[in-house]
């Protein structure tokens, strides 16, 4: 990882220390070594569950339909009284977010599932997203235990242990049959490059798909 790069999340992560103040958290060492592996470590297919989730305002949404549905996605998990990965992980969406400017809430969507739905409520998710958050097109998910374990389950990022659940960032979109999975202290800019990556591939699937339309009126 570029030092450069390492020393502002661990800046970031100084910063987000006021989290522990707000949040109570136990100490979960084998977060401090998921963190040592970082990047792109390979590409899953995924599936959804017809479950409601509740965003950080109190709104109900449908996960598939109401967030991804065609859009390109970047996900993570999360839980606010996390003090060590989590807040990491968050800043790194938060600069996804930044790079992405306007774009995040049309064609792209940000989303960070509470692995803790039963101390994570859309209040406290809306009180911990104030510290990542720049705009519009972030929604923070919560929901019944049930909901929430079916839906990590099918995303292929459940955990027995939430304190101790992998540093795990999804990118993909309602056309994807596989989604790329990124761990630990991914570059922002490897994030983006993904996003950037599917969108030109979806640009390509409508050219095509307008040049067959055009050649058979």
Known sequence: MNPVYRSLLLAGLSGCIAL???YAHEDHSQHEQQM?????????????????LI????????????LVNDRIVVMS????SCTTVCPLVS???SKVQQQLGDRVGTDVQLISISIDPQ?????????????????????WLTGSPEAVTETLRALGSWSADYSNHPPLILVGSGDSRQWSRYYG???????VAKVEELSHAQ???????????????
Do not use: K, N
Request: aromatic content about 10%; charged content about 20%.
């Open 20 to 22: 522990g103040t707000a």
């Open 185 to 191: 202290f991914t570059d922002p800019e490897e994030l």
């Open 91 to 93: 800043s790194i969406m």
């Open 119 to 139: 101390t994570d409520t859309p209040e406290r998710l809306l009180e911990y997203s104030g510290f990542f958050q720049g705009g519009p097109g972030w929604r």
């Open 77 to 80: 998990f999360i839980y606010t």
């Open 55 to 66: 965003d950080q305002h109190g709104q109900t949404v449908q996960l598939e339909q109401d």
């Open 203 to 217: 640009a390509g699937s409508m050219s095509h798909a307008d040049h067959l339309l055009g050649a058979h009126p």
């Open 36 to 52: 040592q592996l970082t990047g792109h470590i390979g590409d899953r297919e995924i599936s959804f569950v017809d479950l409601p």
